[in-house]
């Protein structure tokens, strides 16, 4: 059995691989990792793979853990080139590696396609990966929580909650405001990023793949205008790739 861990800025989920199928993914918060829970929790594991973009100290507990029970333990980093796909930053080590590792998840999902992955989480980034693997850069947005919590700090009079919505209007209120340009703000950015792959790349329309993932994946993917994937587990297949 595998064990894969993605630490995050916010929280940690992970999962376990058996008969190379993945489990549900699971969540914990940082704080509670801890030798003792893990014992507990996992038995007979094989292999642990682990992505850290927080650089917590939770990736050493779990370390130190495969290390007491002689569980080979990888620390996942972003490379050059891996698996067919090449890096656009010239230093790989800056490219943050649950970006990398969805680009190996979609480049195994979608070989030969030109694909436009969308993390929507803490930050919402944009990736463009064309059919030959390269991948040719991409954004990072504030994410929606992140955009509200920014907004609301530094300025004196506005006030407002998060709230679901199911489509983008025109406010008539300051709470909505807030949160309907939050959203207005990571979609458009989604809509930009598709017309630039078609019109500056040359990409017909019908050969972009779209996959969205990460904890807003839905309700972003709802209000996109076009055909696109919800993959959950893309981290998680990339790290699949790795072993």
Not at 79 to 93: I, L, R, T
């Amino acid at each position: 059995m595998k064990l894969f861990f993605d630490i995050g800025n916010s929280r940690c989920k992970y999962v376990v691989e058996s008969a190379d199928e993945l489990s549900a993914i699971r969540y914990q918060t940082k704080a509670e990792i801890s030798e003792i829970w893990l014992s507990k929790s996992f038995t007979g594991v094989t292999q642990c793979l682990l992505a850290d973009v927080s650089n917590s100290a939770a990736s050493k507990i779990i370390e130190l853990w495969c290390a007491k029970f002689k569980i080979p333990f990888q620390l996942m980093l972003s490379e050059s080139e891996k698996n067919g796909v090449k890096c656009a930053y010239q230093s790989p080590a800056s490219f943050g590696v649950d970006r990398w590792l969805t680009l190996l998840g979609v480049h195994h999902l979608f070989p030969r396609k030109h694909c436009l992955i969308i993390d929507a989480g803490t930050a919402t980034t944009i990736d463009y990966i064309d059919h030959l693997g390269q991948h040719q850069g991409g954004w990072i947005l504030a994410g929606i929580d992140t955009l509200m919590t920014s907004l609301l700090a530094n300025t004196a009079n506005v006030q407002a909650k998060p709230k679901s919505i199911n489509e983008l209007t025109f406010a008539d209120n300051t709470s909505n405001g807030v949160n309907l340009a939050a959203w207005a703000a990571s979609i458009g950015m989604v809509e930009h990023a598709y017309l630039l792959v078609i019109e500056q790349y040359k990409v017909e329309q019908n050969l972009c793949t779209i996959v969205f993932t990460g904890g807003n994946a839905d309700r972003l993917q709802q209000l996109f205008k076009g055909d696109a994937h919800v993959i959950e587990e893309l981290i998680f297949i990339g790290m699949q790739t790795c072993t």
